[in-house]
């Protein structure tokens, strides 16, 4: 009985960081924005306990900030904090990729074992692709989550493929707010999933090499435009943002 208790409560706690976690991304929970574990156990008809359980792994990967008196409130990210969260995570996957193709193992042996996953991460791919030439933002994020996460298979570290993904997360939860207000938002959401794919199960190194280049200089041009004040940051009349993935 205890252990299924345990087990209740653990879904629980679970369901509410991602049900949390949806709502920043979506930026229906703004950058900024303060509330306490009593107004989220109200609103989702639960305990506190889970609730402040959920909020405690949501601080913990970056994206809230608690403070003892007030609560908690989403992370603010800066320009010059995306602008690291791009040039960290091309760091990384220049060297996944460097071990993959420079590795002891032949690439084409290496990523073999992989022929099957990457079928469906070409799926999530072309629904990416498609989502950032159309301006969905909302399916766009999800699908990007999803193909990097399972992209990160070849990588078999998952130290690594979880660092990725709370960049990846981290630049999203930075980017919405700025990408809802932008005129110019298709230009500005990166879409180049389908080439990246296309490129590994060719194993053309010089094709990945060049999609991985142009994904960091998209992101660092983006960064450049909102240092700029292009658009202004989101309910301030000035100030800066960072791109999509």
Not at 140 to 155: H, K, N, P, S, T
Not at 163 to 175: D, E, K, N, T, Y
Request: charged share 25%; with cysteine; hydrophobic share 40%.
């Amino acid at each position: 009985m205890g252990a299924s208790g345990g087990v209740t409560r653990n879904t629980l706690r679970q369901q509410i960081a991602d049900a949390l976690r949806d709502e920043v991304l979506s930026g229906r929970l703004q950058p900024g924005r303060e509330f306490t574990v009593k107004q989220m156990a109200e609103q989702y008809g639960v305990s506190a306990t889970p609730v402040r359980e959920a909020l405690f792994d949501l601080s913990a990967q970056g994206l809230l900030e608690s403070d003892q008196h007030r609560g908690f409130h989403v992370r603010e990210f800066s320009v010059a904090d995306y602008r690291s969260m791009v040039e960290a995570r091309a760091l990384v996957i220049d060297g996944v990729f460097r071990g993959v193709f420079q590795g002891e193992q032949p690439a084409r042996a290496r990523l073999g074992p992989y022929r099957d996953a990457l079928v469906s991460v070409r799926r999530r791919a072309e629904e990416a692709s498609r989502a950032a030439r159309c301006g969905d933002l909302d399916i766009l994020i999800g699908y990007d989550l999803r193909f990097w996460r399972e992209l990160g298979a070849i990588v078999d570290n998952t130290y690594i493929t979880d660092f990725l993904h709370r960049l990846r997360v981290q630049a999203w939860v930075f980017a919405v707010p700025y990408l809802r207000g932008d005129a110019d938002v298709l230009d500005w959401l990166w879409n180049g999933h389908q080439e990246l794919v296309e490129a590994i199960i060719e194993v053309d190194e010089d094709a990945v090499r060049a999609v991985l280049d142009a994904y960091k200089e998209h992101g660092l041009k983006w960064a450049d435009r909102l240092a700029a004040g292009n658009p202004a940051h989101p309910g301030r009349g000035t100030g800066a943002a960072g791109p999509a993935e």
